[in-house]
């Protein structure tokens, strides 16, 4: 109905001017005192013939803008399944619309040329920082001081970083490969765990992990990296105790620490990107991607990511493998 209305209205003016022509013959006809009739007949017929005519133009205009609605929705490469126009005038804004998405299509190609070759530099950039942070970790192996053992665990920081730039960098990338197959969670867990050995034995802080006999499909990279943010986050807000390893339910993996806790106002908002809550403003360092990536990346592996806490009483983060288990 609402439709039709719109019909209507868009031909009030054609509508008007019949009715004043009628209204014209109808008035020169009383003038000269001819007998209405001759008028009213040819009249209700072109009206009965009028309105067949506008049924007809109706139904075409309702087909033309169900096509424009169809393709609305479906963005401006479509553009070019516009039906065919009526008169000049839709053929000039047929046009306009095809001139907008050339203008459009070649703004997105520039915008997707600069935004590769950003991604390409800092890929290439990620890759070269590695060299030299590899070579420092080897001369640190050679001595045994107090020094040294601190230096690793803020390289251990940077090689962090590094790889969390590249994890942004490929979230999006059409080139990143998942390899699902089944993988061994003790394994994937042990070799996170491993690369925070020293961080647990210098703050004295004690892992508490059982194996655990359980085999997941997944990829064991990309499940390695979140099992590392993980960690690192519970380390960096844990002063006494340590973290506990363990699976929750058969199919959800648990990494619960005794940590400082998050805010209930802050809760919901830790797996936004950018957020740092009122825990991550107090340690300038926090950055607000690392839980950001690990959402993005546990729905790539088809897991769910949640976590659970309460200021002063520590804060667990679950990842459930559902039926992958």
């Known amino acids: 109905m609402k439709l039709f ?164 960098l490929r979230l999006d990338s059409t080139s990143t490969d998942y390899v699902f197959q089944a993988c061994p969670l003790d394994a994937i867990i042990r070799k996170a765990a491993r690369r925070f050995s020293e961080e647990f034995i210098a703050r004295r802080l004690k892992l508490r992990y059982q194996p655990i006999d359980a085999v997941v499909v997944t990829d064991a990279k990309w499940l390695g990296f979140v099992l590392e943010q993980v960690l690192s986050n519970g380390l960096k807000y844990t002063r006494t105790g340590g973290i506990t390893i363990s699976m929750r339910g058969g199919s959800a993996l648990c990494v619960a620490d005794t940590g400082v806790g998050i805010e209930a106002e802050d809760l919901p908002r830790i797996f936004e990107k950018g957020f740092t809550g009122n825990r991550g403003r107090e340690d300038r360092q926090a950055s607000g991607l690392g839980l950001y990536l690990c959402k993005r990346i546990c729905k790539n592996l088809g897991a769910e990511i949640w976590a659970e806490s309460r200021p002063g009483a520590g804060t667990a983060i679950v990842v459930d493998f559902k039926e992958a288990v």
């Open 5 to 168: 209305v719109s019909y209507i209205w868009l031909h009030r003016r054609s509508m008007a001017v019949l009715v004043l022509f009628c209204a014209v013959f109808a008035g020169t006809f009383a003038l000269y005192r001819l007998p209405l009739a001759a008028v009213a007949y040819p009249a209700a017929l072109c009206a009965g013939l009028g309105l067949c005519l506008v049924g007809l133009d109706y139904l075409r205009f309702r087909r033309r803008r169900e096509a424009v609605a169809r393709l609305a929705g479906q963005g401006a490469a479509l553009a070019g399944g516009l039906p065919v126009p009526g008169d000049a005038i839709e053929e000039g804004y047929q046009a306009l619309v095809r001139s907008l998405q050339a203008e459009v299509s070649a703004l997105a190609e520039r915008e997707g040329e600069k935004y590769r070759e950003m991604t390409d530099y800092y890929t290439l950039w990620a890759h070269q920082i590695k060299t030299p942070i590899a070579a420092m970790r080897l001369t640190l192996q050679k001595e045994d001081t107090e020094v040294s053992r601190s230096l690793s665990r803020d390289l251990l920081r940077i090689e962090q970083y590094v790889e969390m730039v590249l994890a942004f």
